[in-house]
Every structure is written in C-alpha cells, then in structure tokens.
C-alpha cells in the first residue's frame, strides 16, 4: 500500500497532492476515496447537527413572552375599544415584530424541514407544533 508522510513542517500544494493522488493504483485510489467520503461525512454530520441545534432555538424562541403578553393586553384593550392613541401605536408596532418574528419562524422551520428531509407539515408534527401553536411561541 502507498503511504503519505505529513508533518507540521511539511506543505504540499494541492496540485502536487492531486497529482499524487492520481498516480495510485486503482485499489489505493479506491482506498483512498472511501477514506475521504468518511472524513467528508464525519464533518457533515457534525455541521448538521449543529445547523439543526441553531435552527430548533430559533425556532422555540420565537417570541419573548413578556412582548407577547403585552400584545395580548393591548389586543384586548383594542376589541373592548378601551386603548389610547398610544397604546394603539404601540400595539400596531408590535404587531410588525411579531410578523418579522413570525416570517424567520417559518424560515427557520422550512430550513430544518430541508436539512432533516421531511416537508414543513412533517416536520411540525415532529416537534409537536400545532396550528394553534403555530400562532404563539413554540413550547
């Protein structure tokens, strides 16, 4: 079998490495490829699963619930025709943060949906998301 020495001290250029690479015999380049499949594989995985983590965060930590309790009492005060000028104000401006909130939300669900190939609906019964979750902050 065919044997490659590195050490810290040594740096090869690519096109010397490939160039090495192709003079192995068909079994060693064989050998070869499977070993780097591996490696490839090996960091994929881990760059998912960290992909995956980031993207399940996100998508759990929607919206903070101290914004969303206030949205549900201005909302409230709206329906009962009780709220200020500025409490309607405020009202509609957290109504455009939770509509931001809610379009990465969904990115981040069709993301995930992709990395683990599942649809977006698959994928919500996974996690346990229902469309009455889908309203509020995911728990």
Do not use: C
């Amino acid at each position: 079998m065919t044997t490659i020495q590195i050490t810290q001290d040594n740096a090869f250029p690519l096109d010397e490495v490939l160039a090495g690479i192709a003079r192995l015999k068909t079994p060693d380049l064989e050998h070869f490829q499977q070993e780097v499949n591996l490696l490839l594989a090996r960091r994929r995985g881990t760059s998912l699963k960290e992909q995956e983590s980031v993207l399940l965060e996100k998508i759990n930590n929607r919206v903070i619930p101290a914004v969303w309790q206030r949205y549900e009492v201005l909302h409230l005060k709206m329906q009962e025709e009780t709220i200020t000028p500025d409490e309607h104000s405020e009202l509609l401006t957290l109504v455009e943060q939770m509509e931001t909130a809610n379009v990465e939300w969904l990115k981040n669900i069709v993301e995930l949906a992709r990395l683990r190939d599942v649809t977006p609906q698959v994928l919500m019964q996974q996690l346990g998301i229902t469309p009455t979750h889908a309203s509020k902050k995911s728990s």
